[in-house]
Structures are given as structure tokens and as C-alpha cells.
């Protein structure tokens, strides 16, 4: 299964990949986890991407293909994945798809969770997660057992740098002009499966099981 989940900042692409990535025992492809990891390590590609992260611009294309190829050639790709925030702009999807031709593989299906905006700050605002195993939880609709503890490794949960006011409203606008022409792009393509986002997690997960049956 080779699939891609796109949403708006915040619109559950995480929590629902999370999920098929269980069903189907294949790897999720995470590219802000992977970004989030570079930073925190102060690696070159974290010195890159942070002033980007932080103002809630998209890191420019070519380092965002250069992480992806490396990432889908690793073995635990072969049997498929979920790409989780990839691709992000047109220019990317061209690049995964010359990546898939040179690769011999096909892509199953694009989900696309369909959230309106107004709903968006309450999630982000209201977004806790764990900076030690990447865990994500929700203050109201998914909360940790233990309050403010991750219920996955003990550690305390946080809220994310970029998930404040001013850097939410700069991820929403990029999202609106550069990602969401991907859904044309993939609507040509006929594997664009569009599952409405704004319903509770389970909700959302039972539409898109069916949408992939
Ligand atoms: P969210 O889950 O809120 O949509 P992500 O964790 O996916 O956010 O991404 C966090 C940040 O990482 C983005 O705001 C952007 O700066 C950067 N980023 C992640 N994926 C990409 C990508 N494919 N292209 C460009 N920037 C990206
Ligand atoms: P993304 O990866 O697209 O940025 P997340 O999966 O991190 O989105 O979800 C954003 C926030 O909203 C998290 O706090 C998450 O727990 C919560 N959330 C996800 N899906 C739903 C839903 N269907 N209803 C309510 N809250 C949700
Ligand atoms: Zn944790």
C-alpha cells in the first residue's frame, strides 16, 4: 500500500496515518518529524530548515525531495508507506513522481482530509505532543491518560513551537497557495479520494477505510 494523506496544518493528517501505518504494518514517512529530529539535532539540514519552520514557511523544494528520495530507497519502504506532509507543493509531486517511475512502484490513493479553517486553530491550539517519541494528543478530543504525560514513553507533553497564533496563520496560507493545487493535480490522476475531516478521529478513520476497500 503506497499512499499519501493530505489535510491542512492540523487537519488529523498525524493521528490518521498513525493508524493506517498500524493496519497496514508498513512504515509513516513524516517529513515535519523528520525536520523536527534535524533541528533539535542541529544538524545542516536542521540549521536550513528552522528559520522556515519556526515562521511556518515551507522549506524549499529541493531539500524536501533530497530527504524524501533518500528516506523511500531505505528497505523498510518496499512493501509500501504513508506519506505524511509530502508532497507540499506541485514542483514536489513532480519530483515523487519522476521517483516512482525511475522506482517502478505506483501510488494507491491520495486521502484527502477536508477541514475547514475556522476549525483548524482549535486543533493546533489545542495540540500537545511528546518531544521524545513524536506521540500527538489533543487537550480535549484526545487526551493523554495521565495529564500531561505521553502515554506512549512517560515524557511531558509540550505544545510545538510553530503551533502558535502568528506561525499558524503563515502555515494555512502557504497551504493555500502552494499545497492545495495538489488536489487538482491529483484529481487528473483519479486517485484523489476526498474524506470529510471535520467528524471525530474514529469517525474520520472508519471513512477512510471504506473510501480504501
Ligand atoms: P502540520 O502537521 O501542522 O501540517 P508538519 O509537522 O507536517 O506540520 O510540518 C511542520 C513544518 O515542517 C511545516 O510548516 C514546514 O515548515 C515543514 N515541512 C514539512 N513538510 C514539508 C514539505 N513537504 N515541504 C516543505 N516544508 C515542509
Ligand atoms: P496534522 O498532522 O495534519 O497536522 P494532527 O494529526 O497532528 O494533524 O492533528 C492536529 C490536532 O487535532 C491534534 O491535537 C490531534 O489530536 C487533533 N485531531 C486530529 N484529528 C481530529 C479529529 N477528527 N477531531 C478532533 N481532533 C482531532
Ligand atoms: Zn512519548
Do not use: W
Amino acid at each position: 500500500m503506497r499512499l499519501i494523506i493530505m489535510a491542512p496544518p492540523g487537519g488529523g493528517k498525524g493521528t490518521q496515518a498513525s493508524e493506517l501505518c498500524d493496519r497496514y504494518e508498513i512504515p509513516q514517512v513524516e517529513t515535519g518529524k523528520i525536520l523536527r529530529k534535524a533541528v533539535k539535532e542541529q544538524s545542516e539540514l536542521g540549521r536550513r530548515a528552522e528559520k522556515y519552520m519556526n515562521s511556518g514557511e515551507l522549506v524549499p523544494d529541493q531539500v524536501m525531495v533530497e530527504i524524501i528520495r533518500s528516506r523511500l530507497r531505505k528497505p523498510d519502504c518496499e512493501n509500501g508507506f504513508v506519506l505524511d506532509g509530502f508532497p507540499r507543493t506541485i514542483p514536489q509531486a513532480e519530483a515523487l513522481e519522476e521517483l516512482f517511475e525511475e522506482e517502478d512502484i505506483e501510488l494507491d490513493a491520495v486521502i484527502y482530509l477536508n477541514v475547514p479553517e475556522q476549525i483548524i486553530y482549535q486543533r493546533l491550539g489545542r495540540r500537545r505532543v511528546c518531544p521524545e517519541c513524536g506521540s500527538t494528543y489533543h487537550l480535549d478530543a484526545n487526551p493523554p491518560e495521565v495529564e500531561s504525560i505521553c502515554d506512549n514513553c512517560g515524557s511531558d507533553i509540550v505544545q510545538r513551537d510553530d503551533d502558535r497564533k502568528d506561525a499558524i496563520k503563515k502555515r494555512l496560507q502557504e497551504y493555500r497557495n502552494k499545497t492545495k493545487p495538489l488536489l487538482e493535480f491529483y484529481k487528473s490522476r483519479g486517485l484523489l479520494n476526498e474524506i470529510d475531516g471535520d467528524q471525530s478521529i474514529d469517525e474520520v478513520t472508519s471513512a477512510i477505510k471504506e473510501a480504501l476497500d
